[in-house]
């Protein structure tokens, strides 16, 4: 995603051209991708363990997270309507999150607990509201452009290991000659057989990602163009103003995460759901307006 995101960005840079680096900002990036690969890490994780109705709405605790890290860092807090906004946000969230057979105010918590999904999405959340509060840093201190490139071809970079390894683990193990039973040889790390040759693990793996990405050019290619214009217009507007706003707005796409929970997983409890995501929605409503 990230590296098929990067040509839309070299392409957004090119126009906008290369800014003036401030001091500082090669520290936060460096931080900012560290932060970004154990949150999309845990991001995925919990996507694939939880209910998409429940696990992603909890994005939304992001803002409520960045107004006190912002206020450290950047010595900047949002004003009485956009605080009241965000508390409409984390109230909606918290309904969102609360099981139907259950009540009490401790239910919610009580449902992160137990769900192994909640809980990754919840430390995402943390996790990005440190990341949402640098993202700003480092793009006033060179250009929205400029801090999408870098950060994206840093992640690229960051996850082409991990990708590898990924593709490794669904290779088949091939014979070395006779070692074990009935002539066939011991694997490697994950499940690879030695090729009796340096570097031959690696470009196996190589070629195996290659083949995963051959399979599905379409839908790669489409989240690279999202992911790249979501940054884009992440960027142009943290430029414009404070974090806490940008990101409680970039969250008001929960209630079409809950429609499509409900569409394309058959997931329940979609009434209750949008009801919460309406109020989450109020509050965005209230932080636009400051």
Known sequence: MFALALPWLLLYLLVRGLPEIRDGFWPVLGTNVVLDVIGFTL???????????VTYPLLAL??????????????????PRG?????LVVAGVYALA?????RGLLAPLRALAREPGARRMA??????????????????????????TALTAGLALAFL????RGAGR?????ASGG??????GSAGPGGVAPSGRPGGAVLRRARALAGTIREHPGGLALQGLLFGAMFVTQSEALNLTLAAYVITLKRSGTLLTVLAGALFFDERETARRLVATLILVAGVLLVSRG
């Open 83 to 87: 605080l009241a906004g965000i508390g």
């Open 170 to 174: 669904s290779m088949p193990v091939h």
């Open 98 to 102: 609360s099981p139907g057979e259950e």
């Open 179 to 184: 070692d074990g039973p009935g002539g066939a």
């Open 62 to 79: 992001t803002p409520a997270l960045v107004v006190p890290v912002e206020w450290l860092v950047l010595g900047e807090h949002a004003g």
């Open 43 to 53: 991001y995925v994780r919990a996507l694939e363990e939880g209910e998409l109705g």
């Open 123 to 148: 430390a995402v959340a943390a996790l990005w509201a440190v990341s949402g509060t640098l993202d700003r840093v480092a793009v006033l201190g060179s250009s929205p452009a400029f801090y999408g």
């Open 161 to 164: 290991p991990v990708a590898l």
